[in-house]
């Protein structure tokens, strides 16, 4: 709900929905999503990639995908901080 006037958004809780109505954890879900694209990529590669589920709402995920070895939430704001580090040449 927009509160006019004040630009605040109302909370929305974070839930994960499946893809297609289902309980998210079958095959055609999110977490089937996820994993059937983490299985084609890995299939394409050498060795055994490590597959870190990133961003705010990755332990959403991380509670129904098989895929997933880690989840770091800020694995993508740690690397710009890296980034502007070494470019203010610290």
């Known amino acids: 709900m927009h509160h ?3 630009g605040l958004l109302a ?3 974070a839930q994960l929905e499946p893809a297609d109505g289902q309980d998210g954890r079958g095959e055609d ?3 089937g999503l996820v994993d059937g694209l983490v299985d084609r990529m890995k299939a394409e590669m050498a060795g055994k990639p490590k ?3 990133t961003g705010g709402n990755a332990r959403l995920i991380a509670g129904v ?3 997933l070895d880690q989840v770091n ?3 993508g704001l740690e690397g710009l901080r890296i980034l502007w580090t070494q470019a203010r040449g610290r």
Request: hydrophobic letters at 45%; a negative charge; proline letters at 6%.
């Open 11 to 13: 909370q929305v809780p």
């Open 73 to 75: 939430e800020d694995l």
């Open 4 to 6: 006019a006037g004040n």
């Open 51 to 53: 597959v870190i589920a």
């Open 65 to 67: 995908a098989r895929s």
């Open 29 to 31: 879900g999110y977490a």
